[in-house]
């Protein structure tokens, strides 16, 4: 057993960290307060490859395997929550859904204007009345009509909708319905009849822009299905299986920043005549915080290397987000009340990282579909 | 062509606040090792002669075996190979036993034309290794270079940024130049690089292969002695940010605070 990063993995975190700490951290401030996409970040991504960071070599990505993903995810984590985000909707489901499942032909067409970051992706399930459930909530529906798909209804939260270039839809092809009914289709946004609303407004991630998305009459050639027809649940299912190695790590970036704002705090501050670190109350708060760190981490390298190693990970995956993200939610809380006042003012970063790390026990599988998915798994293996 | 970069592994400076005088002095800082900040500059400007003017940009470090983790950001960056020069006897050298390890190292590895340095180290801050291999390999030196201006006909123009201005200057191959923050942006490798480099065998020449008696380096030799380090007080000074609009209205209002509340016009 080896526990030690690789000289490739420990050099390209360090590299990351490096670039974190120059173009991703000193904007994640002004992102959030006005909302701006992180145009600069997100390009300066592109040149260096890490938008097509798993994608193959063949398709003008740069091949790395899932642990570079989650060190990369958890290192934009710790830098600004939304650019992690963006990035992370980017590469990790409408990217994925294509190198997972496209054909030949359409792994050409889309994967190097995605991979090098020329072009960005998003994959749109939710709806407004499907989440959790996909299978029974979703309306939007694709019917054949000559050479083409023609697709009505409607996508709710989807993140990039308004700076993707494509976009990856799950729609209801099988009007008998039943797992499976539902197909994926690549979707460039620029065709007629794709409306997408203005971001949400939301509690955090301001930055990453979450849209509701109408599709009246949406008509795309037959070549645009994704994989096989009427096998859209399944392949979503897989495609979110690895997002969730990504969107948990993104959260243990938060959290990890969070508890570094937290023990630098509490070397500063002084209480009742001593540091805030030498009362063992807040020496508590920091052994809480960073051994549900440490494990979080640990849960998501192995789902990481289950998945490298070809193995079957699904369940892994669904531990290591439960934890991960239910860690961010309790280290950011943690790191505010360290703080004290300061904590609940938007001077301090602390408290814009409990605002981003909300959003991780939602997306992608919230905590208690985490569970169902771990439950299923330990009863049925 | 060929280029040699000089570079030194030093302490990530966010950390360097948090490092006692007794650590500095026992050289056991506890802190990240990073690329020498100042470093990073030489070895980009390293990687764009070669890019400009052909040839090859090989970096170079003396230190342990951690110092490999330096050399392999260089090699990730850019560079072509990397070589390491280490001895046990070379602990504790000076500047100028480190620059006599550095200038028999790069006379071992077949010399260069243009030896790169940074403007100097985030730990030691003397500024004194690129003038000692300059002297030992009997060759000029450029400091505060911001500038390549030209490398052709056996001769180097380049700008120096002085406290005045610019001055361009020419001097004859070979030369050693030292490298100031203005004359480049590093670049960030990319992922593919990062692989070649983590792959790549760095030798490491010792002091037999560089020649280099115990005697001449490490503690024996050092000229330099650190008997006493004490850390700066922190200093505590209140900031206050004049908000405003305008260029005009923050200045009336910095007027108004220099008169009234510090009362000093
Ligand atoms: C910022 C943001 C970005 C997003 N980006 C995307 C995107 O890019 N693409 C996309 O498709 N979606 C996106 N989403 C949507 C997100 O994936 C969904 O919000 C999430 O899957 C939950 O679905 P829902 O909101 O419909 O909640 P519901 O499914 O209605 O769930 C409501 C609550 O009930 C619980 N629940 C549901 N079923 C069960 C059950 N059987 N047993 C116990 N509890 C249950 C849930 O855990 C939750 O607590 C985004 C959301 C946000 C907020």
């Given at each position: ?13 360090d590299?990351v ?15 959030d ?11 300066k991504m ?24 989650a ?19 980017h ?34 399930l ?48 099988g ?10 289709m ?19 991630l ?27 649940l399944h ?11 990504a ?123 985490m569970?169902m998915v771990?439950?299923?798994?330990l009863?049925t293996? | ?5 000089c ?16 650590q ?37 470090s003396?230190?342990?075996e ?22 046990p ?20 590895d ?34 505060q ?14 700008e ?23 004359i ?5 490798p990319?992922?593919i ?11 490491v020449?010792s ?18 002695r ?7 007080e ?19 209002k ?12």
């Amino acid at each position: 057993m080896e526990f030690a990063l690789s000289e490739e993995h420990r050099l390209f975190r360090d590299t990351v960290r490096g670039f974190v700490a120059k173009e991703v951290r000193p904007r994640a401030r002004h992102i959030d307060e006005t909302g701006e996409f992180p145009w600069d970040a997100i390009r300066k991504m592109g040149e260096l490859g890490l938008l097509g960071l798993d994608v193959p070599e063949a398709y003008g990505g740069m091949g790395a395997d899932t642990l570079s993903v989650a060190i990369l995810f958890e290192e934009l984590g710790a830098g600004c929550g939304s650019t992690a985000l963006v990035a992370e909707a980017h590469l990790c489901l409408g990217t994925a859904a294509i190198v997972m499942f496209g054909s030949e032909a359409q792994k050409q067409r889309y994967l190097p204007a995605l991979a090098s970051g020329q072009s960005l992706a998003g994959l749109g399930l939710t709806e407004p009345g499907a989440g959790s459930d996909l299978v029974h909530g979703i309306r939007t529906t694709a019917r054949r009509d000559g050479n083409e798909w023609v697709i009505n209804g409607a996508k709710m939260w989807l993140t990039n909708a308004g700076v993707a270039d494509y976009v990856v839809l799950l729609v209801r092809t099988g009007p008998e319905g039943g797992s499976r009914s539902l197909s994926q289709m690549i979707v460039p946004t620029d065709t007629p009849g794709f409306e997408v609303g203005p971001p949400e407004k939301k509690m955090g991630l301001h930055g990453a822009w979450s849209h509701a998305v109408s599709l009246d009459n949406v008509r795309v050639p037959l070549e645009n299905l994704l994989g096989e027809e009427n096998m859209g649940l399944h392949q979503t299912l897989q495609v979110l299986d690895g997002g969730r190695i990504a969107i948990a790590a993104l959260a243990l970036g938060i959290a990890r920043s969070a508890y570094e704002a937290a023990l630098q705090y509490a070397r500063e501050r002084t209480t009742f005549g001593k540091p805030l670190v030498e009362h063992q109350a807040i020496q508590f708060k920091l052994a809480d915080m960073a051994t549900r760190i440490e494990a979080a981490r640990l849960m998501i390298y192995r789902a990481a290397w289950l998945k490298d190693q070809g193995q079957p990970f699904t369940k892994e995956a669904a531990m290591a987000k439960l934890v991960a993200t239910e860690t961010a939610e309790f280290v950011t809380r943690e790191a505010i009340q360290i703080h004290g006042g300061y904590g609940y003012s938007r001077e301090y970063e602390v408290e814009r990282m409990y605002r981003d790390a909300r959003l991780m026990s939602i997306g992608e599988g919230t905590t208690e579909i985490m569970k169902m998915v771990i439950g299923k798994r330990l009863v049925t293996e | 062509m060929k280029y040699v970069v000089c570079l030194k592994q030093t302490p990530d400076t966010t950390e360097l606040p948090k490092i006692t005088p007794e650590q500095a002095l026992a050289g056991n800082e506890g802190a990240t090792l990073v690329l020498n900040p100042w470093d990073e500059y030489a070895v980009e400007e390293g990687i764009r002669l070669k890019e400009r003017f052909g040839g090859e940009t090989v970096a170079l470090s003396m230190g342990p075996e951690s110092v490999d983790q330096a050399l392999r950001s260089a090699l990730a960056m850019g560079c072509d190979r990397a070589v390491r020069l280490w001895d046990p006897s070379f602990a504790d050298s000076d500047y100028w036993s480190t620059a006599l390890i550095l200038a028999r190292g790069i006379e071992k590895d077949g010399g260069a034309d243009i030896i790169v340095t940074g403007k100097m180290s985030v730990d030691g801050n003397a500024a004194a290794v690129a003038h000692g291999i300059a002297c030992k390999l009997g060759i000029p030196l450029l400091t505060q270079v911001a500038r390549v201006v030209d490398v052709s006909d056996g001769r180097i123009t380049v700008e120096r940024l002085l406290d005045e201005g610019r001055e361009t200057v020419t001097a004859p191959l070979p030369v050693v130049i030292s490298v100031v923050k203005e004359i480049n942006e590093p670049r960030y490798p990319t992922f593919i690089r990062i692989r070649k480099a983590s792959r790549t065998p760095i030798p490491v020449l010792s002091a037999a292969d560089l020649n280099i008696a115990p005697e001449e380096v490490g503690q024996a030799a050092a000229r330099v002695r650190w008997t006493h380090l004490v850390k700066p007080e922190p200093k505590k000074r209140q900031v206050t940010i004049i908000e405003g609009d305008t260029p005009e209205e923050k200045a009336r209002k910095l007027l108004d605070y220099l008169m009234d509340v510090e009362k000093v016009l």
